[in-house]
């Protein structure tokens, strides 16, 4: 990584004790890092914000977990936000570091002149807190801005808590929290064909997100691409009349029969319409789709 070379307001994004991923840039991680992009401009810095590449579980323990935004949407939500984003290689080494020697780390390695972190932030593998990073950035001169408790719809934000609400379908509470809705990115893949023989022809994503993140079924939708947006029902799951196993988005955007294969797509889940399930037959699911399609019509009128 190279260094700035006049200094960096860095935002670490921490993990809890059992390696779970507190990602998502959501409310709280926005004020957090708005407040230190203000800060470097204020004062000729540079803003990033760290992270790492992976969740550390996976490193440690071998295990996968539900992240709520891949490595790229981080990127552009985090340059949004003005900081850039710099990613830690997560490894053994590095998360054995104490939290003494990971300020060490954010001095030499990314010219920290300020740390800016919530006010439940935990780092080092000595588990240290908002206090101590007070203390540490005291002994270095550093400058240190701990932000308070950030609440939302009656309780404190945070990933566990969106990762609940998305787990129950509740997309629109979810995404209060987040601050924008439940998105995922990708580029569209071919698939067998079945919507456009049906009438309602759809793109496929294959998402980082695992199949336990949100219920499979049905959501009202928006598809971003090109500059447009427009609105669509999407199937999240396996799709099992057609019996494949694979775990995607399957979207079909309203009023749009433009190609859009190998091409970059956004698909923002707004409304959990109802679960996914098998019907007797493509016929019954097509006209299952036609009245999926004019619930989403309907409210996007």
């Known amino acids: 990584m190279q260094k700035s070379g006049n200094g960096a307001i860095i935002w670490y994004k921490h993990f809890r004790k059992g390696g779970r991923p507190h990602d998502g840039v959501h409310i709280a991680h926005q ?40 490595n790229a949407e981080k990127r552009r939500l985090i340059e949004g936000l003005g900081a850039e984003l710099r990613m830690l290689g997560a490894s053994p080494a590095l998360l054995a570091m104490s939290g003494a020697e990971f300020v060490e780390l954010l001095v030499r390695e990314h010219s920290a002149a300020a740390l800016f972190c919530g006010y439940n932030y935990t780092f080092g ?15 270095r001169g550093l400058y240190v801005r701990v932000l308070p408790e950030e609440t939302a719809l009656g309780g404190p934000v945070s990933s566990s808590r969106i990762r609940a609400l998305l787990a129950e379908g509740s997309m629109e509470r ?11 990115t990708g580029t569209v893949e071919r698939g067998k064909g079945l919507g456009h023989s049906l009438g309602f022809p759809t793109i496929n994503l294959y998402p980082a997100v695992s199949g336990g993140l949100m219920p499979h079924g049905v959501y009202a939708a928006r598809a971003a691409f090109g500059g447009e947006s427009r609105a669509a029902v999407a199937n999240f799951g396996i799709n099992p009349t057609v019996g494949d196993k694979n775990i995607r988005i399957e979207a079909h955007i309203l009023d749009y029969n433009g190609d859009l294969y190998g091409k970059t797509v956004t698909v923002s889940l707004l409304r959990f319409l109802r679960p996914e399930r098998r019907f007797a037959s493509v016929d019954e699911l097509a006209a299952q789709i036609a009245k999926d399609a004019e619930e989403c019509r309907m409210m996007n009128e």
Do not use: H, M, Q, W
């Not at 914000?49 to 992976?54: G, Q």
């Not at 206090?131 to 002994?139: A, V």
């Open 31 to 70: 004020k957090i890092i708005a407040a230190a992009a203000g800060y470097a401009r204020a004062n000729g810095l540079c803003a990033a914000a760290l992270t790492f590449d992976r969740p550390p579980a996976s490193v440690l323990f071998g295990a996968e977990e539900n992240i709520l935004t891949d």
């Open 125 to 139: 593998s000595d588990r240290l807190g908002a206090e101590d990073l007070e203390r540490l950035g005291r002994e």
């Open 174 to 184: 979810a995404a209060a929290l987040l601050g924008r809705p439940f998105s995922v």
